[in-house]
């Protein structure tokens, strides 16, 4: 009641408040966007797995996105790859976009972040923030005191194959083992191929989630591993093609976060309901 509430209070000043339940609008003679993202899920920020979109439940981001091509008017075409692949697509300028990336400096060959006047990566321009946890089984040795990972012994932790995190790992010293997706890495941590997981807190609990009688020892250590901003990374090609537009896009993802409609979709999919 209180989203719908807020949603009407928009309307009533005049917001620019997008239909939820419908794939982006269309804008004819309008420039184009094509932005991808991961085929796993990142509940709530995108919902589902593989190349599918449900658009009348999408998660927040594509929320966020479909309401920043009505604001600029600008069409969007939306597509699901794996991570890796999503990067090489925006490297090479097939894509104008992706989501959700944080920040690492040899990214910056690949796309554009959006910057503060001094140059400096801009996080008040982000999408959002989420955070690492590490990932163990019931009982298990190893440690995290939010400085030190102890009770490895000589085993490795695994990680999401091009997740920033797997660096982040390496820095503390910590001997790494990749995996393409959230199952695989998990399945590892079960078999006792890895001491322990590092990964995002949101996509680590919808992969355990799905099979709770595999993964039902799987248990999260606190404090977080690390919290980091993540943005759309914009292509090179897309930013000198169209400079003017690429800085609107990061301002639009500022000003819908802070747009109490936008902030009420935020209390809908936080309260598990379905689509208002």
């Known amino acids: 009641m209180i989203a719908i509430l807020l949603i009407v209070l928009a309307l009533a000043a005049g917001a620019a408040v997008p239909a939820w339940a419908e794939p982006p609008a269309r804008f004819e003679g309008r420039p184009t966007l094509t932005f ?3 085929t796993q899920a990142n509940p709530p920020r995108y919902l589902g797995a593989g190349t599918a979109i449900n ?8 929320e966020l996105l479909r309401a920043l091509g009505a604001r600029l008017q600008v069409n969007l075409e939306i597509s699901r790859y794996p991570w890796k692949r999503g990067l090489y697509l925006v490297e090479t300028g097939e894509a104008d976009g ?6 690492k400096p040899e990214r910056e060959r690949i796309g554009v972040y959006p910057k503060t006047a001094d140059g400096a990566v801009d996080p008040s321009r982000a999408i959002f923030t989420q955070a690492y946890f590490l990932h163990v089984l019931r009982g298990s040795p190893v440690r995290w005191d939010g400085t030190t990972i102890s009770g490895l012994g000589d085993a490795a932790v695994g990680a999401t194959a091009g997740y920033s995190i797997v660096a982040d790992l390496e820095g503390m010293g910590v001997k790494v083992e990749t995996g393409k997706i959230q199952g695989i890495n998990l399945n590892k941590l079960v078999a006792g191929r890895i001491a322990a997981y590092a990964e995002l807190e949101n996509m680590a609990a919808a ?24 943005y759309l990374l914009l292509s090179h090609a897309f930013v000198e093609r169209d400079p003017a537009l690429a800085a609107a896009v990061f301002d639009t993802i500022a000003e819908i976060n802070a747009d109490p409609a936008f902030q009420a979709r935020a209390s809908v999919y936080a309260s598990g309901a379905p689509s208002q």
């Open 207 to 230: 992969a355990i989630a799905s099979d709770p009688a595999a993964y039902g020892e799987v248990v999260k250590l606190e404090p977080a591993l690390i919290s980091k901003p993540y």
């Open 98 to 103: 992706i989501f959700h990336a944080s920040y």
């Open 55 to 62: 658009w009348d439940r999408p998660g927040l981001t594509l």
């Open 36 to 38: 991808v993202y991961e």
